[in-house]
């Protein structure tokens, strides 16, 4: 009996283990890409962006914000596992009803997955089913989501003002993104 509850005891040690390792991951490997910062009414939020893992994305996102892409823009979709925003209709409240149906235009026409799960603070594109056809619109994980693993791109990881990512509603503002360069290394 003593043998079991030892045999039971280094089990759960070894998957709380793999499950810290599975958490940590995608942020300890974010470090040196560069990053989104966004400005709205509730604070500041950092995002690192995975510009090795997947960069066809990342260089998409990057031309976009620099072109003042999403600023203006609001929230458009709060749910108690994520954060969304990206949609250019989201800057006319009168068409609230569209917001999260449209895009930049320019699919990215490339489905990048790669070694990044959906942990807090993942950033990811969404899709409308099909990898390739992602575009612009960006969503946040404020809850580890296993189930979307594999399915959308994992563009980044939010660094600072995951307390902000908590707080945002639906028509939150998005004053301004912008792109900062990669640390040096």
Same mark, same amino acid.
């Given at each position: 009996m003593? &043998?079991?509850? !030892?045999?039971?005891?280094m089990a !759960?040690l070894v998957?709380t283990? !793999? +499950?810290?390792q599975?958490?940590?991951?995608?942020?300890?490997?974010?470090?040196?890409?560069?990053?989104?910062? =966004?400005?709205?009414? %509730?604070? +500041? =939020?950092?995002?690192?962006?995975?510009q090795? *893992?997947?960069?066809k994305?990342? $260089?998409?996102?990057?031309?976009?914000a620099?072109?003042?892409?999403?600023?203006?823009?609001? =929230?458009?979709?709060?749910? +108690?596992?994520?954060? &969304?925003?990206? *949609?250019?209709?989201?800057r #006319?409240?009168?068409?609230? #009803?569209?917001?999260?149906?449209?895009?930049?235009g320019?699919?990215?026409?490339?489905?990048?997955f790669? %070694?990044?799960?959906?942990?807090?603070?993942?950033?990811?594109?969404?899709?409308?089913?099909?990898?390739k /056809?992602?575009?612009? &619109?960006l /969503?946040i994980?404020?809850?580890?989501?296993?189930? !979307?693993?594999?399915? /959308?791109? @994992?563009?980044? &990881?939010? =660094? %600072?003002?995951?307390d @902000?990512? #908590?707080?945002?509603?639906? $028509? #939150?503002?998005l004053?301004?993104?912008?792109i900062?360069? +990669?640390?040096? %290394?």
């Amino acid at each position: 009996m003593r &043998q079991l509850a !030892l045999s039971t005891v280094m089990a !759960l040690l070894v998957l709380t283990g !793999l +499950a810290a390792q599975r958490a940590t991951t995608p942020a300890a490997s974010a470090a040196g890409g560069p990053v989104m910062a =966004i400005e709205t009414p %509730k604070g +500041a =939020i950092e995002i690192r962006l995975f510009q090795a *893992d997947a960069p066809k994305s990342v $260089a998409h996102i990057i031309g976009l914000a620099n072109k003042n892409f999403y600023r203006g823009q609001r =929230i458009h979709r709060v749910e +108690a596992s994520l954060v &969304q925003f990206g *949609d250019p209709t989201s800057r #006319d409240v009168s068409k609230r #009803d569209w917001w999260g149906r449209t895009s930049s235009g320019d699919p990215i026409g490339v489905a990048e997955f790669n %070694k990044h799960l959906h942990v807090r603070g993942a950033v990811a594109l969404a899709n409308t089913g099909n990898a390739k /056809y992602a575009d612009c &619109q960006l /969503y946040i994980m404020k809850v580890a989501s296993p189930s !979307l693993d594999g399915k /959308y791109v @994992v563009v980044g &990881q939010v =660094i %600072k003002g995951m307390d @902000v990512v #908590d707080k945002l509603q639906v $028509a #939150d503002l998005l004053k301004t993104v912008m792109i900062r360069a +990669a640390d040096p %290394k």
